[in-house]
């Protein structure tokens, strides 16, 4: 299953939290193979309007199933509950300890 984890900083022992679509990084993982691809989302997140949105648009492409934030917008919500992807903001910790809950869910 692909996972999807935000960030502001670029360590995968960093604190996991942010407004979705303002997050800086992306932590995608396969929690089968356990290999995780950071996503550089800087340009996405400095946007004025619409961040949310292209961020959503960026999860859905990646054939994401599971995605931890801290907050997100009702638009980038809408189309990543129409995408059937399952959105969790209340988990709390490092973004390695989120990954490897998302990876016990079999």
């Known amino acids: ?3 999807a984890v935000v960030s502001n900083n670029k360590s ?3 604190k996991a939290e942010g407004c979705f679509g303002k ?4 932590f995608v993982a396969d929690t089968e193979t356990r290999v995780v691809k950071i996503i ?3 340009k996405i997140a400095n946007l004025p309007n619409g961040s949310g949105i292209r961020t959503a648009e960026l999860v ?3 054939k994401v199933k ?5 907050e997100i917008g009702k638009n980038a919500l ?7 992807i ?3 903001t209340n988990c709390k910790g490092t973004v390695r300890e989120i990954l490897d809950y998302f990876a016990s869910l079999k």
Do not use: A, G
């Open 1 to 3: 299953m692909i996972v």
């Open 12 to 14: 995968i022992d960093s």
């Open 23 to 26: 997050s800086k990084y992306l």
């Open 40 to 42: 550089d989302n800087s």
């Open 60 to 62: 859905v492409k990646l």
């Open 66 to 70: 599971k995605v931890s934030t801290s």
């Open 78 to 84: 809408e189309i990543l509950q129409n995408s059937n």
């Open 86 to 88: 399952e959105v969790f």
